[in-house]
């Protein structure tokens, strides 16, 4: 067998553990099917709109025919995509209080057509309450195309991950790496990088800011509360609101520890995914900015590993600060 730098690439088996597929250079395909389903129903299903008409929410995922692959040839990847798709909505009108039912229809989401030129169709079922249709015509369309994207995306870096080996080049400094450190090597790096390979983690910063209608000091509280965190997350929770204290939420599915308290200023803890890599944490830094009766929330979570981006940035903006919206308006309607 010839030696790495002789000979023909695509037939040398290279210093490393797994020895397959060298360079990549030859055919594998995954079956994405299973997978897809499963995501196209965590972006989607939840999904809620609200104005003026009243609101709208995306209430289960109905139908899901079709299949979706990921192949690559010669370090390059080929998707291939191809989904029917039945969605059900309610709704409540805002005025009346009366609650409607529909459905969205996505004949044809494949990689022949881009997001914005698949077609999606909205239908109600008879009677009243055609403001609704509108609001889930316009609004829910761009939210549902918003999440067919966040598919698209996981798709191609989720569900990619290990599909393109490190190649010589590239990894043969791993084993050296290992034997000094003995852990994983973790890299920042831009979601767009394709640079780090091996064991090292490619993670990203993700930067949110939200308006809420209440006083710094309510909303750092909703935070730092076991009992209110319990009522927003619907589940129970460990809640230990100082330095070193543990948190846990939703049903074990985040945990992490406060690290950082300045009472309706700031608040940094270490935060994890149930499913991120072993012990890895991300950085999670919340900071108030008092605005009379609002308050501006600025969300910067850094260290958040690239295949769970888009998860991670919807676990904030839906189960987080949608719901504490909820609890929020709530409270003042009791008072009221």
Known sequence: MAKWGQGDP???????ADATNVNNWHWTERDATGWSKSKLKEVLV?????????????????????EASCSSRKGKLIFFY????????????KESGEKHKGSVEIPNLSEENEVDDT????????GEGDVLKDLMRTEGTTKVREALRDYLKALKTEFTLGMILPTKAAGQDVAAERKLSGNAV???VSPHSSDIVGVKIPTVKIVVREIFSSPADELYSVFTTKELVQKFSKCPAVIEAEK????????GCVSGEYTELVPSQRIVLKWRCRNWPDEHY???????????AETELQLECKGVPVANEDSTRQCWKKQYFEEIRILLQQSKDNME
Not at 244 to 251: A, I, P, S, Y
Not at 282 to 292: E, I
Request: proline share 0%; net charge neutral.
């Open 10 to 16: 695509r037939w040398i088996v290279e210093e490393r």
């Open 46 to 66: 939840g999904l809620a709109v609200e104005g003026e008409a009243g609101r709208c929410e995306i209430s289960e995922l109905k139908q899901a025919e079709g």
């Open 82 to 93: 191809e989904w029917n798709l039945r969605l059900a909505w309610r709704g409540t009108v």
């Open 119 to 126: 077609e999606i169709n909205v239908s109600k079922k008879k």
């Open 186 to 188: 973790q890299a920042s």
């Open 244 to 251: 070193g204290g543990k948190l846990q939420m939703f049903d």
């Open 282 to 292: 991300a950085t999670v830094t919340l900071n108030f900015k008092d605005m009379a």
